[in-house]
């Protein structure tokens, strides 16, 4: 079946612009993350989803970050007022069920430019 | 909070030679182990996990790792590398919580 897919893969944006990313999770998949990883460094959690419950947003920067998801699927990363320092790959994973245990699945990322 | 460390940033090898990558963290509780890998041009996907059991867990590829609960390790480790294995390598750990949290990584390169 089809993986995790990401769009648009690459982005690139004026400073004080608002982005929008997205990601399809696998199709059953009740548990999606997002991640920012800057360049050389590891992946930095942002926000978690699972099925209806409410979102762990703990990892979300700024309030200039939000993300949405719709049930168990299509979620959207927004990014208002982008600065520089936002410049990274947005990746996005999905796991089949919550539970610390789940291997995830991640997405190819979303590179984005912040001029 | 929990962290994860990975000693070597970069590694380079030969072909044939023996790999360990390090990984540490710092959760003194129950932890869930797991080491991705992302080749060039891919996502990064499982090469295999630890959750209970035998401290000595076989991934695909031939690689393998060893949980020491008293040293908070998760080495990674292969035999004979080759060409292929060349990519960027992820420990991580879930301990206390579902999210996990990363290591920075560790550049592999191997020449033939």
């Known amino acids: 079946g089809a993986g995790v897919s990401q769009s648009p893969s690459n982005k690139v944006t004026e400073k004080g612009k608002d982005v929008e990313l997205r990601c399809d999770p696998i199709s059953g998949h009740t548990a999606l993350y997002w991640y920012r990883q800057r360049l050389g460094q590891g992946l930095e959690f942002l926000i978690y989803?699972?099925?209806?419950?409410?979102?762990?947003k703990s990892g979300l920067p700024s309030d200039r970050f939000s993300a949405e998801r719709t049930g168990e699927s299509v979620s959207t990363l927004t990014i208002q007022r982008t600065q520089q320092e936002d410049s990274a790959v947005y990746l996005c994973?999905?796991?089949?069920?919550?539970?610390?245990?789940?291997?995830?699945?991640f997405g190819p990322g979303t590179r984005l430019t912040v001029l | 909070a929990q962290s994860v460390s990975q000693h070597n940033h970069h590694v380079i090898l030969s072909e044939a030679a023996s790999l360990e990558l390090g990984c540490n963290y710092s959760?003194?509780?129950?932890?869930?182990l797991f080491w991705y890998v992302q080749y060039p041009g891919q996502h990064l996907q499982l090469l295999l996990k630890y959750f209970s059991g035998d401290p000595l867990v076989k991934g695909i590829k031939g690689f393998e790792a060893e949980f020491i609960k008293s040293k908070f390790s998760f080495n990674l480790r292969k035999p004979s590398v080759q060409w292929s294995d060349t990519a960027e390598y992820f420990c991580?750990?879930?301990?206390?919580?579902?999210?996990?949290?990363f290591g920075r990584g560790t550049s592999l390169i191997v020449h033939p």
């Open positions: 959760y003194g509780g129950t932890v869930n």
């Open positions: 994973a999905s796991s089949l069920m919550w539970g610390d245990y789940n291997e995830q699945f």
């Open positions: 989803f699972q099925g209806n419950s409410a979102p762990d």
């Open positions: 991580a750990v879930t301990g206390g919580s579902y999210i996990p949290t």
